[in-house]
């Protein structure tokens, strides 16, 4: 069985990868090297820190934090921010049309910040990094989601 965690993290990979799919459907969860040489795009979903907040009504209640990275190549003449400028908007859109209920969270809050990252390569590659905390439940003897 899949715990809680990684249930959510699938989710929203999921959700990120529906029709139409974001990045050309290169959607991932934790991958270290996100973008081939070949591939312009890609968006990884990592799982961040998960804290327990509470016990209630005989369940745990969890804050969990996921980062969402949307990764664009520029053409070697390219300015980066710009190459990226579309699917961080896209992926944005989609994480704030998210419903909760429906990924088996109670709440989903998209934090206001996107954090850059460059680096200087022949063909320059950023990231553009998406903070998404997850409120959700599970069971209090297991790592199950809470139904």
């Not at 809680?4 to 991958?31: C, D, E, H, K």
């Not at 890609?42 to 949307?70: F, H, N, P």
């Not at 910040?113 to 553009?128: F, G, H």
Request: proline share 4%.
């Amino acid at each position: 069985m899949t715990s809680a965690f990684v249930g959510l993290q699938n989710s929203l990979v999921a959700a990120l990868a529906s029709a139409p799919a974001l990045a050309g459907g290169r959607i991932y969860a934790n991958r270290l090297r996100p973008v081939s040489a070949a591939s312009t795009t890609a968006v990884v979903v990592r799982m961040d820190k998960t804290e327990g907040l509470q016990m209630v009504i005989g369940a745990v209640d969890w804050t969990s934090a996921y980062s969402v990275e949307c990764y664009a190549r520029a053409s070697n003449a390219g300015e980066p921010a710009t190459a990226i400028d579309q699917l961080l908007s896209d992926v944005w859109a989609r994480l704030c049309a998210l419903d909760a209920t429906a990924l088996g969270a109670i709440d989903i809050t998209v934090a206001p910040r996107i954090d850059w990252q460059y680096d200087d390569s022949e063909n320059p590659l950023v990231c553009a990094v998406i903070q998404l905390s997850v409120q959700h439940r599970t069971l209090p003897n297991s790592l199950q989601t809470w139904s």
